[in-house]
């Protein structure tokens, strides 16, 4: 139980933190009263009820006044319930279930007697906890956190707006072909924003136009009769968006096609091109040779180059820059945003000395130090957690630290993340902070301000369970607050666990540069959880980086090499010879045999002796009801979601290439409508992570792990996958197929078995991987 003494209530009124089962308010202070009434006595709860004796609901703000004269219930200020408790948020009323354990497992942290003056205390955040500036609570909107004003709409979107208005002639908020044609014909300027560079006044005497047009209006709708103005804004925004430096090199290449500049060329013309110019045929078909297609007979090349056409015409019998633009701009993908790297030495940080272990822990602060950033110690603040500590005295030394420096990010560690705390409350840093340990006066995160907290699920001092500090960062602002976990995994068949979380002293802090990469995250321009994730990509060698982009990182970018009629992967043949002297094969063997840059914690031992193991044969999977029904839906699906939390897609970033060991890989690769069955999967019977379908980072580990089984050859095989993971979060072994909520009602899509360099990636979806290739080896 954690049962320490808060801080006196302006009458003198005294309260005990709540524990297991049991809230209870005790003291003279006003406010005090029976259940249901507002005058003197005490109430109490025990069991199943709400606030007061006896289960019976009180009054909202019934009980006394805490140290900021806001009325409580039950022991919890008004909309701070504790987690899942069934209160009322907002209005204090009572739930209907039993009084839910306190956050801390066994309460051996027991903040000073009398609670730190000038610093807030009370019970657990709930989502929507308390403003930490608020100071008193007149009416429920002033418990409430004033709501972020809404997004400006930006030029593009108002323009496109008034577009869609114009086009809706009919008033079902969705545009058919016959509008589109019709408002691009008649009104120039629609016309001059959604098709600049074509004459559309002429739609209907020109077939050419026509064709544009109407290609036009399938890129937009999806290929659906109508779209609406969702889908309208997001394609012109998602186009806005391409590099200049694509748009030049795409009409580079079309120039190279169109070499008697007639506007636009025909299927043999095409051929022709290819066979004889080998920048456009390796840019337009990477690792098929059309130099002597003919001369040989290949007829996979051209089968190859006929099914490339036909794609890009969509049924035309010549394809023009539009055609040949649209195209690659859906099958390729703008260069990897590896995000505007942080110039450590141009930032500040500001240390809070007390609690970051400069005795215990010294390695932690000489981290930052040797990092390249400009550091400075605040040892002048005595430690916080003393008896009756006068916080309100020695805010003012952090203040005159701040203002003489000028950081632009304050980290602090234990017993020190109550200043931090106090500097929030206060207003006096409102600026990027880093926050080691959740410290027990942090009740909730500010509002509009980037924070990243770092939390060991065996923290022996500060023992909050992990659904606390989930709820403790869904108080911050969307998209600028991120969660360092380290949970402990699920046992493996030996009754060891594969990894153990961090415990006060975090240690996984001191490996692969963790600590300053989240400084890093903190202070970069996007969102700190998203700048994380990218930073994973580092934990991979340019080398393997390079091949992988080579090989591309979206459904379409796969099938550039499909040898199937049509390429679509409808043949019964399934499985395809990579032939050992084309450029393909020699890409998926250098990523399969990719070391990391940093040593793995899985099978770290022999890398040379991996170097040397001979790859036999690599065969492409195409399996064209696989990808169209289950793995391109749901990707589309996964792009949408992500863009709908405010964040930009990022084919390399939210999707990668795994490894995978199966028994079932004849089954995974013919199997019409999903290769992997999540829910029914673990890890070699052990759901060290949650329930779902395990891949590896490195092939190396499935090989060594034993997870690679023996084909019909005799040899060991694994599958390399295109893996779509999303935004994951680090997994935990009581995760039954549902992961946990990211922001409103977006949950996270994958789970890892750490966040700093994840080896192990687990889906609940069978729709987030593809096959792509089987690699039998020795």
Partial sequence: MWAHQMPPSPAGGQYMRPGPGMVMMQGPGPGQGMPGSHGGGTPRRSGPGGPGGCGAPAPMGSGPLNSRGMGQVGGYP?????????????????????????PCRTGTFLPPRGGVQGVPQAGPPSPRGLDPNCRSYGSLAALTPPMPPPPQKTELEIALEGAFATMDVDGTATISL????????????INNLLLPSCDATRVMDDERIFDEVSCAFDDISGGRQRFDLERFIAYFKDKSRQSPDKEAKLRAMYNQLDVNAEGSISKLHLIDVLRQNLEVATFMLPGIDCHSMLKRSDEDAFDAVSSLFSAIARGKKRIDYGDFAAYFHKVGSDPINLGEKVDRSTKRVLIIGPGFGGQMNPKQGQMIEASGYQVRWCHEVPNPETPNFPMVQHLPVLKAAIDDFRPDCIISASKGGAYTTALWTTTMWTGPTVMINAHPTCLMLPRNQRVVVAQGGNDEVYQWDRAYIENLMATGSANLCFLYFTPNSGLLASGVRSRVGDKHNMQSLLSYDTLPRLIDACLSNESPEMHMIRSWRDRLTPERLENEAWLGYTPRQLRRFWMSAGRRGADSQKLFIVPRDTEEFKRVVAVFKAPPSETPTYCPGNPEEWQRRRVRNVQRVENGKQDDSNFTPYYESLKSSIESQGLDFEPGVHTRWVFHGSPAIDAIVKNPSAGFQPLASGSSGATLWGHGTYFARDAKYVAEGGFAKPGPDGYPRMVMCLLATGIPCVGDPDHHGILPIRQEDYRYNSAVDDLSSPEIFNITHPGAAYAAYVITFE
């Fill in 78 to 102: 008004f909309g701070a319930g504790p987690p899942n408790s069934g209160l009322h948020q907002g209005y204090g009323m009572p739930g209907s279930g039993p009084c839910p354990p306190s």
């Fill in 178 to 189: 016959l509008e589109f044609v019709e408002g691009v014909r008649s009104h120039p300027k």
